[in-house]
């Protein structure tokens, strides 16, 4: 079974504070990739990054990073000096390499304060 | 933006009627995925067509029906609609061999209402 939980529902910070997403998964699958997506007001998901489960090195882009721990099924998501244009939903998502669909969370509500 | 686009954006049926959504996948993407987003939910996986035909379908009743084209563009139809059917519905483009998915992009979406 394929499961990704999202235990942080919402979630508010003060601009300039870092801000970490968790994000927990259970698969049996031994490949597997694992994803975030942005869902901003309009609606549509935006693509942030996807991590395969044979590379557990933690990546950083701009003010994102991402830590990628195999050990406990965590894909943790933090965003450094949060802007008020990160408010938004945030999902994480598993799908299996040779799958066909997403699994997704019930997403993390981020709301930055100015 | 992902060259994804969804039509329409907003459509308001009622109860027992049908309706046909329709998806243009981003170019070079031979599959096309739908998910149902009720509100506060993360996107549920309704079904999969890759190369024309379904490759994968989720919970979701028969009628839920959906179509790929050759330009590798979709339709999804929802048959004898009900209230739960409300939801934001999303289509995601991807490219894909025969075993291996890639990362899917999704369009707008359309906002479904059912009254």
């Known amino acids: 079974a394929q499961k990704v939980t999202q235990a942080q529902t919402e979630i508010s910070v003060v601009e300039k504070e870092d801000v970490t997403l968790d994000c927990v998964y259970e698969t049996r699958d031994t490949t597997y990739y694992l994803f975030w997506y942005k869902q901003p007001p309009s609606g549509e998901l935006v693509f942030l990054i996807r991590r395969n489960s044979f590379d557990e090195q933690n990546e950083i882009s701009g003010r994102y990073s991402w830590n990628f721990q195999k050990s406990t099924s965590s894909f943790n998501f933090t965003i450094t000096a949060s802007q008020v244009v990160d408010s938004a939903v945030y999902f994480c998502?598993?799908?299996?390499?040779?799958?066909?669909?997403?699994?997704f969370g019930t997403g993390t509500s981020l709301t930055v304060i100015p | 933006e992902t060259g994804v686009t969804q039509s329409p954006t907003h459509l308001i049926k009622t109860r027992g009627q049908q309706v046909t959504l329709r998806c243009s996948s981003q170019s070079g993407h031979n599959t096309v995925s739908w998910y149902q987003q009720a509100l506060g939910q993360g996107p549920q996986f309704i079904f999969q067509?890759?190369?024309?035909?379904?490759?994968g379908r989720g919970n979701f009743p028969p009628r839920f029906s959906g179509l790929q084209f050759p330009n590798y563009s979709s339709e999804l139809n929802v048959n004898a609609l009900e209230l739960d059917d409300s939801a934001l519905y999303l289509c995601?483009?991807?490219?894909?061999?025969?075993?291996?998915?890639?990362?899917?992009?999704f369009g707008p979406g359309t906002r479904l209402l059912v009254l």
């Open positions: 995601a483009s991807s490219s894909r061999d025969f075993m291996y998915q890639e990362t899917q992009y």
């Open positions: 998502a598993l799908s299996p390499t040779t799958g066909n669909q997403f699994y």
């Open positions: 067509y890759y190369r024309e035909e379904e490759n």
